[in-house]
């Protein structure tokens, strides 16, 4: 069963940093595009950050500038850097994988891990 282990999150104040991996647990035969997602009630999820398995990046545009994602693949894992962080980047942060396991494969989402920013 392929799982993704989301870590970091919490508290932060305004104009703080934030630090979220994301680590692919079990057996895959193969890892394409991995990165973050975030989510507020009410409104449709949005791209924080995605890197491809080549090494293409592409951030969201409420985050350009302030943010970077890296990946590891020998370990499975996706990070993300951002800061300056204000109170509208206060959501549920989801980490997505493109996974192949070889006998099945598509988009995998960790559970979430919320992200409040306030002082």
């Known amino acids: 069963q392929v799982q993704l282990v989301e870590s970091g999150g919490g508290l932060v104040q305004p104009g703080g940093s934030l630090h979220l991996s994301c680590t692919v647990a079990?057996?895959?035969?193969?890892?394409?595009?991995m990165g973050w997602y975030r989510q507020v009630p009410e409104r449709q999820r949005e791209l924080v950050a995605w890197?491809?398995?080549?090494?293409?990046?592409k951030y969201g545009d409420s985050v350009q500038g302030r943010t970077i994602i890296s990946r590891d693949d020998a370990k499975k894992m996706v990070s993300v850097q951002m800061d300056s962080l204000q109170l509208e980047d206060t959501a549920v942060y989801y980490c997505?994988?493109?996974?192949?396991?070889?006998?099945?494969?598509?988009?995998?989402w960790g559970q979430g891990t919320q992200v409040t920013v306030s002082s």
């Open positions: 997505k994988a493109v996974i192949s396991t070889g006998s099945d494969g598509g988009d995998y």
């Open positions: 079990g057996t895959i035969s193969r890892l394409y595009g």
């Open positions: 890197i491809t398995h080549t090494g293409v990046i």
